[in-house]
């Protein structure tokens, strides 16, 4: 007999989910969002939802559903090779080039800038970045029980903290909402579901599926509905909690031009709110919380990556990619947060649509046979679409002219794809495409995929 679990077995491993998720992307996102959406809040929120928090749950939800043992594993329906290419990437976009880095400069710019003369700004953040990916390098060569308590005293004592900031918003709002900025003025739902994409969960959602399985598994739970049920339960958990946070971050950040100003990020709202509500005892604490959270984040994602090069070529040790990321991190986070969420965006561009097509393609397998004539279709498609939408953002971010051939190929796509310009021209084309190479799969005899 197939074992159920209880409510509070739900709600724990709904808990170790959302700390998985939540890291400094979490925080600094929405509070931005709010800031330069203002009067448009609603409909930017909206977009975030969707790509931070729905994105997320269908990662976690297919993982589940696939039954691979990773995501290597899944990503080779559509090819090996593809799948090696993929999912390296989408490790060291999470990891050292960007995730990483960024959980040490989130902690410094809301933990100690406030404390930190302006003209010592950058010593401080070359000085706590050593310090920082120095503890991460030391922590994660020598995995101790110490990360796994710190992280489940802290995931309630994160929420805690929010929630009594995030009440005092609404009691006590900083201002009115301000005025909408740049993009946010005529498109917002469209930068609501880019400014998701910066979070990186429904990336992070494709390996953090396993750790959530794997413990469902220990548990008592092993058949495949059984899994998929359990995910669900917990799934709902973890991104409910993600929703409330977000939204009231995203008001905090709506109240808060007026009395504050516009940041060029997001860290800086939640410091200087943080300071009005509770004073420097509520300053301190905050600190203290964010950098242990984005610390254990930080030795998460510098672990998973080290053992994942690893097991890919083995020849080099797991502590010399630890090092080598490490050390990666800490040069990478010197330029500061601004900049690593600039040259983010281009590759987040590129790897999204990637990653929610094989989503997809894992939820509608079954009503094509598993056929890799699908996988491959869709993939293309999307990787036709995406990788210029990457380059494209690439030339925006870099401030330089088109290229020729770019040009061409943009106007195509804009006058061809529905959805382009608000940053979804790949939905479309792949969901055409895997219908009808998935009618073709269900009535000719192509080649399957071995599906456990």
């Not at 990556?305 to 080099?316: A, D, Q, R, T, V």
């Amino acid at each position: 007999m197939q074992k159920k679990l209880s409510f509070s077995s739900y709600l724990v491993i709904g808990v170790m989910l959302f700390a998985l998720f939540f890291g400094a992307g979490n925080l600094i996102f929405p509070a931005q969002l709010g800031q330069n959406a203002g009067d448009n809040l609603l409909p930017a929120v909206i977009g975030f939802l969707v790509t931070g928090v729905g994105l997320p749950f269908l990662g976690i939800l297919a993982m589940g559903f696939s039954g691979s043992s990773n995501l290597q594993e899944l990503a080779s329906r559509v090819h090996p090779k593809y799948a090696i290419f993929f999912t390296s990437l989408l490790y060291l976009t999470i990891g050292p080039f960007f995730a990483a880095p960024r959980t040490g400069t989130v902690a410094y710019e809301i933990g100690i800038t406030p404390f930190v003369p302006e003209d010592s700004i950058k010593l401080g953040l070359l000085l706590f970045t050593f310090v920082f990916f120095g503890i991460t390098l030391w922590l994660s060569l020598n995995p101790a029980k110490i990360v796994d308590r710190v992280g489940k005293i802290l995931s309630p004592g994160i929420i805690i903290l929010l929630f009594f900031l995030l009440i005092m918003t609404v009691i006590k709002p900083l201002g009115p909402i301000g005025e909408p900025q740049n993009a946010y003025v005529n498109n917002p739902l469209a930068k609501g579901i880019i400014e998701g994409y910066n979070t990186m969960d429904a990336l992070a959602s494709l390996v953090f599926g396993i750790i959530v399985i794997n413990a469902i598994r220990v548990m008592g739970v092993t058949s495949r509905k059984g899994i998929l049920s359990a995910t669900f339960k917990t799934g709902v958990v973890a991104v409910s909690f993600l929703a409330i946070i977000y939204v009231g971050i995203c008001y905090l950040g709506a109240t808060s031009t007026e009395r504050f100003g516009l940041f060029d990020t997001g860290g800086p709202v939640l410091s200087s709110a943080s300071s009005y509500y509770f004073g420097t005892f509520g300053l301190v604490i905050l600190a203290v919380i964010i950098i242990l959270a984005c610390l254990t984040t930080s030795i998460g994602l510098i672990t998973a990556c080290g053992e994942y090069f690893n097991s890919l070529f083995p020849k080099i040790s797991y502590k010399a990619f630890v090092i080598f990321f490490s050390l990666f991190s800490f040069v990478i986070g010197n330029f500061g947060l601004g900049n690593i969420i600039t040259f983010s965006i281009p590759v987040l561009m590129f790897l999204y649509p990637l990653a929610v097509t094989l989503v997809l393609l894992t939820f509608l397998s079954p009503l094509f046979n598993h056929s890799r004539m699908v996988y491959v279709a869709g993939t293309v498609v999307a990787f036709l679409i995406s990788i210029i939408d990457g380059i494209k953002t690439l030339c925006e971010t870099l401030e330089i002219s088109y290229f020729k051939w770019l040009e061409v190929i943009i106007s195509f796509y804009e006058k061809a794809l529905p959805l382009y310009e608000q940053g979804l021209g790949w939905l479309l084309p792949v969901l055409i495409v895997v219908v009808i190479t998935g009618i073709f799969a269900r009535f000719q005899k192509v080649s399957m995929i071995e599906v456990r």
